[in-house]
């Protein structure tokens, strides 16, 4: 099964092999992903600089367990803010962003008439063929599932 494709429909055909019909959702992977320079890991890094950093340098100058209590509760607070409002947020915003991507993948589909990609794939076999429109795409699921169930052909 695959999670890219919509309309996904399992079908066997007259041989006993299973077959997955829908359409693709996501396109194939881009040729260029992977390739490039690639980095390499630094091992030298310079931590000297948090020998200056003195935690408790704020606690030797407090005056009583007032200015100790504050601190406390701005820990607290960073604690709270970093664990809990700030994932809460970001979580949000990648959502929205997910919402909005898809409206205009979408969109763009239907405007520029892109056409769907419909798959039929089985176990070391692949078919594809694009259809312009989804509900003709959707129509053309429904057409190559019931050629392979019935007859074993691809239409």
Do not use: C
């Amino acid at each position: 099964m695959r999670a890219s494709l919509l309309a996904q429909q399992s079908v066997t055909d007259p041989n006993g092999r299973p077959w997955t019909v829908g359409i693709r959702w996501l396109p194939r992977k881009p040729r260029w992903i992977g390739w490039g320079p690639r980095r390499k890991k630094r091992k030298d890094r310079d931590w000297g600089w948090l020998d200056a950093v003195d935690p408790f340098s704020a606690l030797d100058a407090a005056d009583g367990p007032g200015s100790l209590a504050a601190i406390v509760a701005v820990a607290a607070v960073v604690f709270l803010f970093w664990f809990f409002v700030l994932p809460v947020a970001i979580l949000a915003l990648d959502l929205l962003f997910v919402v909005l991507l898809a409206a205009v993948s979408v969109a763009a589909r239907v405007l520029f008439r892109r056409p769907w990609i419909v798959e039929a794939s089985t176990t070391g076999e692949q078919h594809q063929r694009p259809v312009v429109g989804y509900r003709a795409s959707r129509e053309m699921v429904d057409d190559t599932a019931r050629s392979i169930q019935f007859s074993g052909t691809l239409p």
